[in-house]
């Protein structure tokens, strides 16, 4: 992995790292202020329709079609004919977006059933409102995410890191300034403030590198074509997976405080995701996407084989962390104002069976950009299908057959994503040959094990810190989990080099890219 990668991975992962701190903070400021209700069920429920359509327009357009042709043009030294591919691809998003946009806050009250089928009376106009009022926050971040895809390209990832902080920054301020005043109605403007935020500040270095931007519309360009090959598969799969998403909540429509409960334990996992398998994964990309256009297969091998190694090296640890403090944590960062013990353990349980899908949801990011990189699209549209169906069976036989609540829709996603994990690395070996299993398997089987001698480890720590400390001050509360997290890492840290993992050194190559020169 070349030093450049390292250096943009490092830079991903300390942006994403305070975006992620301050998306904590953003989802204490809701629990405190709101506490965990129906009207909070409301409010994380009117993300659903703008996050399909985001995904849906830029995420997916990027990540499977953009960013591989306009890279591939630039690694060929094509930059003007690059640009006027990446023209039309931009101006035609910017037109669907600006029409979904009008669609979606005009048809919101037809749309909302869609997403929480079992809301009714003021809980059901609620969240018409609050869609309303969030569908142009949409608009700006997939401006922004368009920006992001063309400055990725270049190899620019500061602002890429950067938008996310001050989108959070927006929210919390406003959850604290408008919410007592205006309430959730309060918190949707901080969302729109906060994509404002996050598009603006793309803006000057995007401006700098798009001299080659043309106002046109080519679609007979054999680059769009190429584009529209790659993206109608990618459409689909992301279509698929965020109607995945809406059908767990539907069925959480039901449950008081479900999808509450569910969003705030999946902000936890998507901690440790976003930093390090996100930050990885995005560096890593146009990589991997260099060396497939160039023919690199080897490269392009050990390339992917480190970047899974080293995802596992640190996602399995921090999900058996979670694991082992989810009430500790939960308390600490939640457990205030309108939020009570109770929401706690509710809060707590959905980390429970999350955990154990966290290192499987962090190998498939890094594995659909495998498959975008090599410009298989159609792959990770099968294993969406797959998902969909996996997924929905084992939530309702939970939902039906146990007593598992909420936990039972975590726990169907979390065995879900194993098995997508499983088929996405049985299928690259074959369209590889080799992936360079047994050192993954190896890795990921120390990590495992180096895990749960760290997991008993602080299960006893932090239960006997319980008992000295005061559990009612957010002081006692704070250094139970630090000092336990503490241990975690220096246990795990020695673990890992009594096996002499190698991946270790990849981390260590990273701090020091991070690390400002003497």
């Given at each position: 992995m070349g030093r450049g990668v390292v250096k943009s991975a490092g830079l991903m992962m300390t942006g994403i790292f305070i975006s992620r701190v301050l998306g904590f903070i953003r989802e204490r400021a809701v629990a405190q202020v709101f506490g965990r209700t129906a009207e909070t069920d409301a409010f994380f429920a009117a993300f659903a329709i703008p996050d399909l359509m985001y995904y849906i327009l830029v995420g997916g357009a990027l990540s499977a079609a953009f960013i591989p042709v306009f890279t591939g043009y630039l690694a060929r030294g094509q930059?003007?004919?690059?640009?006027?591919?990446?023209?039309?691809?931009?101006?035609?998003?910017?037109?669907?977006?600006?029409?979904?946009?009008?669609?979606?806050?005009?048809?919101?009250?037809?749309?909302?059933?869609?997403?929480?089928?079992?809301?009714?009376?003021?809980?059901?106009?609620?969240?018409?409102?609050?869609?309303?009022?969030?569908?142009?926050?949409?608009?700006?971040?997939?401006?922004?995410?368009?920006?992001?895809?063309?400055?990725?390209?270049?190899?620019?990832f500061f602002t890429t890191a950067l938008g996310p902080i001050i989108y959070n920054t927006a929210i919390i301020l406003s959850a604290y300034l408008l919410?007592?005043?205006?309430?959730?109605?309060?918190?949707?403007?901080?969302?729109?403030?906060?994509?404002?935020?996050?598009?603006?500040?793309?803006?000057?270095?995007?401006?700098?590198?798009?001299?080659?931007?043309?106002?046109?519309?080519?679609?007979?360009?054999?680059?769009?074509?190429?584009?529209?090959?790659?993206?109608?598969?990618?459409?689909?799969?992301?279509?698929?997976?965020?109607?995945?998403?809406?059908?767990?909540?539907?069925?959480?429509?039901?449950?008081?405080?479900?999808?509450?409960?569910?969003?705030?334990?999946?902000?936890?996992?998507?901690?440790?995701?976003?930093?390090?398998?996100?930050?990885?994964?995005?560096?890593?990309?146009?990589?991997?996407t260099r060396l497939a256009a160039r023919d690199e297969v080897q490269e392009f091998k050990q390339s992917f084989s480190l970047g899974l190694r080293v995802v596992f090296l640190i996602t399995i640890p921090a999900g058996m962390g979670l694991l082992a403090l989810r009430v500790p944590i939960v308390r600490l960062l939640f457990e205030s104002g309108q939020f009570t013990s109770r929401d706690t353990q509710a809060t707590a349980t959905a980390l429970f069976f999350y955990s154990f899908g966290l290192f499987s949801q962090s190998g498939i990011q890094l594995l659909t950009k495998t498959f975008y990189s090599i410009r298989d699209t159609r792959t990770p549209v099968k294993i969406g299908l797959l998902n969909i169906v996996v997924n929905t069976l084992l939530s309702i036989f939970f939902l039906r057959k146990t007593s598992l609540g909420h936990g039972g829709l975590a726990l169907a996603f979390s065995l879900t994503s194993l098995v997508n994990l499983m088929v996405f690395l049985h299928l690259l070996r074959r369209r590889l040959g080799t992936i360079d299993g047994r050192r993954i398997a190896a890795a990921a089987l120390k990590s495992i094990f180096a895990s749960i001698v760290m997991g008993l480890a602080v299960v006893m720590l932090a239960g006997r810190l319980e008992g000295m400390l005061n559990m009612a001050h957010f002081t006692g509360r704070l250094l139970q989990v630090g000092l336990s997290i503490l241990a975690g890492v220096l246990i795990y840290a020695a673990m890992v080099f009594l096996l002499r993992m190698e991946e270790v050194g990849y981390i260590i190559r990273l701090l020091k890219e991070r690390l400002p020169a003497r």
């Open positions: 930059e003007e004919e690059g640009w006027r591919v990446a023209s039309t691809f931009i101006n035609i998003t910017v037109l669907l977006l600006f029409l979904c946009t009008g669609l979606g806050i005009i048809f919101a009250p037809s749309l909302a059933p869609l997403v929480a089928y079992q809301f009714s009376g003021d809980q059901l106009s609620l969240l018409i409102r609050l869609m309303r009022i969030m569908f142009p926050a949409v608009f700006f971040t997939a401006l922004a995410g368009l920006a992001m895809g063309v400055l990725n390209s270049y190899q620019y919410g007592p005043r205006l309430g959730l109605t309060g918190m949707a403007l901080g969302v729109v403030l906060g994509a404002v935020g996050n598009f603006l500040v793309q803006l000057p270095p995007f401006t700098e590198r798009a001299g080659g931007y043309v106002p046109t519309i080519d679609i007979n360009h054999e680059g769009i074509r190429h584009m529209g090959g790659l993206m109608l598969p990618a459409l689909l799969g992301l279509s698929i997976a965020q109607i995945n998403l809406i059908i767990g909540q539907n069925l959480a429509s039901g449950l008081d405080g479900g999808i509450t409960a569910l969003r705030l334990a999946n902000r936890l996992i998507q901690f440790p995701l976003g930093v390090f398998a996100m930050g990885i994964s995005t560096a890593l990309f146009p990589e991997l």
